[in-house]
Protein backbone atom coordinates (compact mmCIF):
# COMPACT_ATOMS: atom_id res chain seq x y z
CA UNK A 1 0.00 0.00 0.00
CA UNK A 2 2.63 2.12 0.80
CA UNK A 3 4.57 1.49 -2.31
CA UNK A 4 1.30 2.27 -3.89
CA UNK A 5 0.80 5.68 -2.57
CA UNK A 6 4.40 7.03 -2.88
CA UNK A 7 4.11 5.89 -6.84
CA UNK A 8 0.74 8.25 -6.87
CA UNK A 9 2.43 11.15 -5.30
CA UNK A 10 5.21 10.82 -7.57
CA UNK A 11 2.70 10.63 -10.63
CA UNK A 12 1.10 13.94 -9.23
CA UNK A 13 4.44 15.58 -8.48
CA UNK A 14 5.13 15.28 -12.54
CA UNK A 15 2.16 16.10 -13.76
CA UNK A 16 2.21 19.79 -11.73
CA UNK A 17 6.02 20.07 -13.11
CA UNK A 18 4.72 19.37 -16.26
CA UNK A 19 1.52 21.69 -16.15
CA UNK A 20 4.00 24.84 -14.65
CA UNK A 21 6.41 24.10 -17.29
CA UNK A 22 3.55 24.33 -20.17
CA UNK A 23 2.39 27.40 -18.71
CA UNK A 24 5.82 29.48 -18.94
CA UNK A 25 5.61 28.80 -22.66
CA UNK A 26 2.29 30.37 -22.78
CA UNK A 27 3.08 33.66 -21.57
CA UNK A 28 5.03 35.93 -19.84
CA UNK A 29 7.77 34.51 -17.39
CA UNK A 30 9.31 36.53 -14.75
CA UNK A 31 12.97 37.27 -14.08
CA UNK A 32 13.80 39.70 -16.79
CA UNK A 33 11.71 42.59 -15.40
CA UNK A 34 9.54 43.09 -12.14
CA UNK A 35 6.60 43.64 -14.65
CA UNK A 36 3.15 45.28 -14.09
CA UNK A 37 0.52 47.18 -15.81
CA UNK A 38 1.45 50.96 -14.77
CA UNK A 39 4.17 53.74 -15.74
CA UNK A 40 3.88 57.40 -14.82
CA UNK A 41 0.98 58.15 -12.10
CA UNK A 42 0.44 61.01 -10.07
CA UNK A 43 -2.09 62.54 -7.03
CA UNK A 44 -2.36 65.76 -5.78
CA UNK A 45 -0.84 66.70 -2.53
CA UNK A 46 -3.26 68.20 0.10
CA UNK A 47 -4.41 71.68 -0.53
CA UNK A 48 -5.15 72.43 3.50
CA UNK A 49 -6.76 70.18 6.77
CA UNK A 50 -8.15 67.28 5.59
CA UNK A 51 -11.91 67.17 6.73
CA UNK A 52 -13.65 64.08 6.35
CA UNK A 53 -11.10 62.78 3.18
CA UNK A 54 -11.47 66.38 1.96
CA UNK A 55 -8.78 69.49 1.98
CA UNK A 56 -10.58 71.83 3.38
CA UNK A 57 -9.38 76.29 3.44
CA UNK A 58 -10.77 79.49 4.10
CA UNK A 59 -11.13 81.78 1.49
CA UNK A 60 -8.83 84.53 3.33
CA UNK A 61 -6.29 81.30 3.55
CA UNK A 62 -3.19 80.66 1.53
CA UNK A 63 -2.63 77.21 0.40
CA UNK A 64 0.11 75.20 -1.88
CA UNK A 65 -1.26 73.33 -5.36
CA UNK A 66 1.54 70.55 -5.54
CA UNK A 67 1.24 67.43 -7.77
CA UNK A 68 3.46 64.27 -7.18
CA UNK A 69 4.33 62.15 -9.77
CA UNK A 70 5.68 58.68 -9.20
CA UNK A 71 7.25 56.21 -11.32
CA UNK A 72 5.45 52.63 -11.45
CA UNK A 73 7.01 50.67 -13.94
CA UNK A 74 10.51 49.99 -15.90
CA UNK A 75 11.28 53.02 -18.05
CA UNK A 76 13.29 55.30 -16.56
CA UNK A 77 11.54 58.89 -16.89
CA UNK A 78 14.16 61.93 -18.06
CA UNK A 79 13.98 65.58 -17.36
CA UNK A 80 11.11 67.20 -19.19
CA UNK A 81 8.93 63.55 -20.07
CA UNK A 82 6.05 64.75 -17.92
CA UNK A 83 3.99 67.09 -18.80
CA UNK A 84 1.76 68.36 -15.98
CA UNK A 85 -1.27 70.70 -17.05
CA UNK A 86 -3.72 71.93 -14.30
CA UNK A 87 -7.30 71.94 -15.23
CA UNK A 88 -11.04 72.76 -13.61
CA UNK A 89 -11.41 75.97 -12.15
CA UNK A 90 -11.31 79.00 -14.54
CA UNK A 91 -7.49 80.54 -13.70
CA UNK A 92 -9.31 84.03 -12.42
CA UNK A 93 -10.75 82.20 -9.82
CA UNK A 94 -7.56 82.08 -8.29
CA UNK A 95 -4.74 84.01 -7.41
CA UNK A 96 -0.91 83.01 -6.76
CA UNK A 97 -0.70 79.99 -9.65
CA UNK A 98 2.47 80.56 -10.51
CA UNK A 99 2.20 78.08 -13.40
CA UNK A 100 -0.54 76.04 -15.08
CA UNK A 101 1.97 73.48 -16.62
CA UNK A 102 4.80 72.13 -15.44
CA UNK A 103 7.66 69.12 -16.68
CA UNK A 104 9.67 67.27 -14.42
CA UNK A 105 12.60 68.59 -13.50
CA UNK A 106 15.18 65.58 -12.96
CA UNK A 107 14.94 61.89 -13.22
CA UNK A 108 12.37 59.76 -11.60
CA UNK A 109 13.59 56.29 -11.21
CA UNK A 110 11.96 52.92 -11.87
CA UNK A 111 10.62 50.06 -9.53
CA UNK A 112 13.23 48.03 -8.76
CA UNK A 113 13.92 45.37 -5.32
CA UNK A 114 15.57 48.57 -3.95
CA UNK A 115 13.20 51.20 -5.14
CA UNK A 116 9.66 48.65 -4.95
CA UNK A 117 7.75 52.29 -4.95
CA UNK A 118 9.44 53.59 -7.73
CA UNK A 119 10.89 57.20 -7.87
CA UNK A 120 9.16 60.38 -7.82
CA UNK A 121 9.32 63.95 -7.83
CA UNK A 122 6.76 67.04 -6.95
CA UNK A 123 6.05 69.89 -9.07
CA UNK A 124 4.77 73.39 -7.05
CA UNK A 125 2.38 75.11 -9.38
CA UNK A 126 1.78 77.64 -6.26
CA UNK A 127 3.36 77.92 -2.50
CA UNK A 128 0.84 80.43 -1.68
CA UNK A 129 -2.68 80.54 -3.69
CA UNK A 130 -5.77 82.08 -2.90
CA UNK A 131 -9.14 82.07 -4.07
CA UNK A 132 -10.92 85.28 -5.34
CA UNK A 133 -13.92 85.50 -5.52
CA UNK A 134 -16.79 86.01 -2.26
CA UNK A 135 -17.29 82.42 -0.56
CA UNK A 136 -20.44 81.84 1.30
CA UNK A 137 -20.69 79.18 3.33
CA UNK A 138 -18.62 76.23 2.16
CA UNK A 139 -18.00 76.56 -2.01
CA UNK A 140 -16.65 73.07 -3.43
CA UNK A 141 -13.90 73.05 -5.91
CA UNK A 142 -12.55 70.01 -8.04
CA UNK A 143 -9.41 70.65 -9.35
CA UNK A 144 -7.80 68.17 -12.15
CA UNK A 145 -4.34 67.74 -13.78
CA UNK A 146 -3.50 66.41 -17.25
CA UNK A 147 -0.24 64.01 -17.22
CA UNK A 148 1.25 63.05 -20.58
CA UNK A 149 4.44 60.93 -20.01
CA UNK A 150 6.59 59.94 -23.00
CA UNK A 151 7.25 56.27 -22.12
CA UNK A 152 8.52 52.91 -22.95
CA UNK A 153 8.00 49.06 -22.85
CA UNK A 154 10.17 46.54 -23.80
CA UNK A 155 9.93 43.21 -24.89
CA UNK A 156 12.11 40.14 -24.82
CA UNK A 157 11.95 37.04 -26.72
CA UNK A 158 14.35 34.81 -25.32
CA UNK A 159 14.29 32.25 -27.91
CA UNK A 160 12.80 32.75 -31.10
CA UNK A 161 13.36 29.64 -33.67
CA UNK A 162 15.25 30.10 -36.55
CA UNK A 163 14.84 26.82 -38.44
CA UNK A 164 14.95 26.17 -42.14
CA UNK A 165 13.74 22.20 -42.57
CA UNK A 166 10.72 22.29 -40.39
CA UNK A 167 11.00 18.12 -40.16
CA UNK A 168 13.44 18.38 -38.11
CA UNK A 169 12.85 18.28 -34.64
CA UNK A 170 16.16 19.06 -32.94
CA UNK A 171 16.60 22.53 -30.58
CA UNK A 172 13.20 24.22 -30.63
CA UNK A 173 9.81 23.97 -32.47
CA UNK A 174 8.50 27.03 -34.37
CA UNK A 175 5.00 26.63 -34.45
CA UNK A 176 4.10 27.62 -30.89
CA UNK A 177 3.57 30.06 -28.37
CA UNK A 178 6.78 31.53 -27.21
CA UNK A 179 8.14 32.58 -23.64
CA UNK A 180 8.21 36.26 -23.71
CA UNK A 181 9.45 38.65 -21.16
CA UNK A 182 7.73 42.39 -20.66
CA UNK A 183 8.91 45.54 -18.77
CA UNK A 184 6.36 47.40 -16.36
CA UNK A 185 4.11 49.64 -18.43
CA UNK A 186 0.66 50.53 -18.97
CA UNK A 187 0.99 48.83 -22.45
CA UNK A 188 1.83 45.39 -22.21
CA UNK A 189 2.48 42.41 -24.41
CA UNK A 190 -0.64 39.54 -24.00
CA UNK A 191 0.95 37.25 -26.16
CA UNK A 192 3.35 35.90 -28.56
CA UNK A 193 3.29 32.89 -31.14
CA UNK A 194 6.05 31.70 -34.12
CA UNK A 195 4.83 30.30 -36.91
CA UNK A 196 6.22 30.58 -40.85
CA UNK A 197 5.16 32.57 -43.66
CA UNK A 198 6.59 30.71 -46.44
CA UNK A 199 9.18 28.51 -47.24
CA UNK A 200 12.26 29.51 -44.72
CA UNK A 201 10.34 32.63 -43.50
CA UNK A 202 10.12 33.08 -39.64
CA UNK A 203 7.14 34.97 -38.42
CA UNK A 204 6.22 36.04 -35.10
CA UNK A 205 2.69 37.06 -33.93
CA UNK A 206 2.78 39.73 -31.32
CA UNK A 207 -0.78 40.91 -29.18
CA UNK A 208 -0.07 44.51 -27.87
CA UNK A 209 -2.70 45.56 -25.05
CA UNK A 210 -3.38 49.28 -23.73
CA UNK A 211 -4.56 48.11 -20.25
CA UNK A 212 -3.43 51.43 -18.43
CA UNK A 213 -7.26 53.26 -18.63
CA UNK A 214 -5.65 55.97 -20.66
CA UNK A 215 -4.78 57.75 -23.98
CA UNK A 216 -1.65 56.79 -25.96
CA UNK A 217 -0.26 58.17 -29.14
CA UNK A 218 3.42 58.76 -31.01
CA UNK A 219 6.03 60.83 -29.62
CA UNK A 220 5.33 64.35 -31.79
CA UNK A 221 1.59 63.45 -32.69
CA UNK A 222 -1.61 64.92 -31.29
CA UNK A 223 -4.28 62.63 -29.66
CA UNK A 224 -6.66 61.23 -32.03
CA UNK A 225 -9.71 59.10 -31.90
CA UNK A 226 -7.52 56.08 -32.16
CA UNK A 227 -4.62 55.18 -30.08
CA UNK A 228 -1.35 54.84 -31.85
CA UNK A 229 2.34 53.96 -30.66
CA UNK A 230 5.59 53.27 -32.42
CA UNK A 231 7.64 50.53 -32.07
CA UNK A 232 11.52 48.65 -33.31
CA UNK A 233 12.92 44.95 -33.04
CA UNK A 234 16.82 45.23 -32.64
CA UNK A 235 17.78 42.65 -35.59
CA UNK A 236 17.80 44.28 -39.12
CA UNK A 237 16.92 40.67 -40.88
CA UNK A 238 13.87 41.49 -38.74
CA UNK A 239 10.53 43.62 -40.03
CA UNK A 240 7.37 44.05 -37.95
CA UNK A 241 4.40 45.67 -39.60
CA UNK A 242 1.20 46.05 -37.90
CA UNK A 243 -2.23 46.72 -40.41
CA UNK A 244 0.25 47.48 -43.24
CA UNK A 245 2.36 50.21 -41.52
CA UNK A 246 6.25 49.20 -40.43
CA UNK A 247 6.88 50.29 -36.75
CA UNK A 248 3.46 51.98 -35.86
CA UNK A 249 0.73 50.22 -34.69
CA UNK A 250 -2.84 51.64 -34.44
CA UNK A 251 -4.76 50.33 -31.62
CA UNK A 252 -8.83 49.17 -31.96
CA UNK A 253 -11.62 49.58 -30.05
CA UNK A 254 -10.76 46.77 -28.19
CA UNK A 255 -7.16 48.65 -26.91
CA UNK A 256 -5.22 46.06 -28.32
CA UNK A 257 -3.45 45.68 -31.81
CA UNK A 258 -1.42 42.75 -34.05
CA UNK A 259 2.12 43.28 -34.70
CA UNK A 260 3.65 40.53 -37.14
CA UNK A 261 7.11 40.77 -37.32
CA UNK A 262 8.85 38.50 -40.66
CA UNK A 263 12.26 38.06 -41.47
CA UNK A 264 13.11 39.61 -44.31
CA UNK A 265 14.89 37.06 -46.33
CA UNK A 266 14.20 33.09 -46.23
CA UNK A 267 17.03 31.37 -43.77
CA UNK A 268 19.69 29.99 -45.43
CA UNK A 269 19.43 26.05 -45.96
CA UNK A 270 20.03 23.89 -43.20
CA UNK A 271 19.84 27.25 -40.56
CA UNK A 272 19.05 25.40 -37.22
CA UNK A 273 19.04 27.59 -34.03
CA UNK A 274 17.22 29.86 -31.62
CA UNK A 275 17.49 33.92 -31.47
CA UNK A 276 17.17 36.12 -28.64
CA UNK A 277 14.88 39.44 -30.25
CA UNK A 278 14.43 42.90 -28.18
CA UNK A 279 11.49 45.18 -29.36
CA UNK A 280 10.56 48.48 -27.88
CA UNK A 281 7.36 50.38 -27.85
CA UNK A 282 7.54 54.34 -27.98
CA UNK A 283 4.63 56.09 -26.87
CA UNK A 284 3.03 59.61 -25.26
CA UNK A 285 0.70 58.30 -21.77
CA UNK A 286 -2.10 60.55 -20.68
CA UNK A 287 -4.27 59.96 -17.67
CA UNK A 288 -5.58 62.64 -15.41
CA UNK A 289 -5.92 62.74 -11.72
CA UNK A 290 -8.98 64.77 -9.85
CA UNK A 291 -8.93 66.41 -6.30
CA UNK A 292 -11.80 68.36 -4.20
CA UNK A 293 -11.41 70.96 -2.23
CA UNK A 294 -13.80 73.34 0.28
CA UNK A 295 -13.36 76.63 0.53
CA UNK A 296 -15.53 77.88 3.56
CA UNK A 297 -16.32 81.50 4.07
CA UNK A 298 -14.27 82.68 6.73
CA UNK A 299 -15.72 84.70 10.14
CA UNK A 300 -15.88 88.45 9.41
Not at 62 to 71: G, L, Q, S, Y
Not at 160 to 168: G, M, N, P, S, V
Amino acid sequence: MKKILTFAVLVVGLFLLVSCGDNQQQGAASGAFLGGTEGVTAEFEDFGVVEDGVSSVFDTEAFPIEVTIKNKGEYKVKPGDVTIKLMGPAKEEFTGVTSWELKNKGDVEIISDLLPQGGEEILTFASDAKYALPVNGILEKNWYASIEAKYQTYLIIPEACLKEDLTDKRVCEVKEPKTFFVSGAPITISSVDEDTAGQGIMALSIEVSNVGGGKVTKVGDTFGTYDKLAFSIDDAAWECKSGGKVNEAKLGEDNTAEISCKTKQPLSKGTLATKQLRLTFDYVYRTEVQEKVNIKQSVK
